[in-house]
């Protein structure tokens, strides 16, 4: 600790320089910390999910309906404890940009299977007992101003047997999700006052989301149901909420080879560029390292020195992009739920820094070590 005034006198010698290497290296591990927060909470996210609760589709295709008369064959099937059809669509409250995303559901079998939900028994009554009564999530009630007790009505692409877009509920109360606060968004409704109110597909479903007697049994269950109707003219494709979500995802792309492609090339391209700088940095002060070898320092403690300085240097700015990140990474938890940067990402980011910087430093520290005071001075 007693060089770190030395080192830091070395690493801002040229201001301008160092501002030019610190924005260069902060901003690749901020692209570090924001892709690798991502894909990692991704898989928090994933690895989260409940194994019990399964989903139902077509094997054709998740936007394939399926027929609502394959419910209680479902039902019947020894190892499910609940069942409710879910079927989900949009809608616009007062003006397009504010967007909820209305779910119908059997109240009775999907507030069983929500045990992770919070809400209050009366809530849950009411659900249950009148068809246009809604449950709202307490992020879109806060952030539209909804309260319990009055009408809502949202407008939808999903057309009314009269013609017309709009769906009035009753509000009953309001919902919550502790693990994941920020995914309570969507409005439950009643899924047979949807059914039967809405133009297209009735007696239709978009999945079948379900609760098994247990973990162990699910596999089980999810087999059982796609052989009950292997051979149909709707046959199904059962998944656990973690394959389902992985599938979802790797639709739109194989986030750990992007990530690892764009991680790859950035950092490959920074050592290059940090190299490349701190070579010129020790080029122009050889005098300066012939000076300190000639008041007694040590080959070996001079080259530890440049080493420690290019470690400090990129420690620092790395912590920089990555506290960066770790402000913006939330952003994402509406569609995600993370809540703040892993820590394995900050840690991951810190010692790819330490192994940038001893990489890149090698070189001008090797340099260093064979320094020749004597041509070192008349260079000068």
């Known amino acids: 600790m007693k060089y770190l005034p030395l080192i830091w006198s070395g690493i801002w010698r040229r201001r301008g320089r160092a501002v030019l290497m610190l924005l260069q290296i902060a901003t690749s591990f901020l692209l570090f910390g924001l892709l690798q927060g991502f894909n990692s909470g991704i898989k928090h996210a994933i690895a989260q999910a409940h194994a019990d609760r ?29 069942v409710t059809p879910l079927v989900q669509f949009p809608s616009t409250y007062q003006n397009l940009r504010q967007g909820i995303v209305v779910t119908a559901i059997d109240p009775d079998a999907f507030l069983g299977i929500m045990t992770d939900w919070t809400f209050s028994p009366q809530a849950a009554t009411a659900l249950k007992s009148s068809r246009t009564a809604a449950l709202v999530g307490k992020v879109v009630a806060e952030r539209y101003g909804l309260k319990v007790g009055e009408q809502l009505t949202v407008q939808s692409p999903i057309l009314r047997q009269d013609g017309s877009n709009g769906w009035v509920f009753d509000l009953v ?123 007694g320092f040590s080959d070996r403690r001079v080259m530890t020195l440049i080493l420690f300085e290019a470690v400090t240097f ?9 506290g960066i990140a770790a402000l913006l990474l939330p952003l994402a938890r509406s569609q995600i739920g993370i809540s703040g940067m892993p820590w394995v990402v900050v840690l991951a980011g810190l010692a790819c820094a330490v192994a940038l910087a001893l990489i890149g ?18 260079e000068r």
Do not use: W
Request: neutral net charge.
């Open 314 to 322: 990129c420690v620092f700015a790395a912590a920089i992009g990555l």
């Open 173 to 295: 109360g309001t919902y919550d999700v502790p693990n994941q606060p920020a995914s309570a968004t969507q409005l439950i409704v009643n899924y047979d006052f949807v059914n039967e109110a809405r133009l297209a597909n009735r007696d239709t479903t978009m999945v079948y989301y379900l609760l098994t007697r247990d973990v162990a049994s699910a596999p089980g269950v999810g087999l059982a149901i796609d052989n009950a109707f292997a051979n149909s003219s709707h046959e199904t494709r059962t998944q656990s909420e973690g394959d389902l979500y992985t599938s979802q995802i790797q639709r739109i792309a194989d986030l750990d080879y992007l990530v690892g492609i764009i991680l790859g090339a950035v950092l490959f391209a920074l050592l290059f560029a940090t190299a490349a700088l701190m070579m010129q940095s020790i080029r122009e002060r050889l005098p300066e390292l012939a000076v300190l070898k000639t008041v």
């Open 361 to 378: 430093g090698s070189v001008p520290a090797h340099r260093g070590l064979k320094l020749q005071v004597a041509q070192a001075l008349t």
């Open 54 to 82: 399964l989903f139902v589709t077509s094997s054709v295709s998740t936007g394939d309906v399926l027929p609502i008369s394959q419910l209680s064959r479902i039902r019947s099937i020894a190892g499910v404890k609940l």
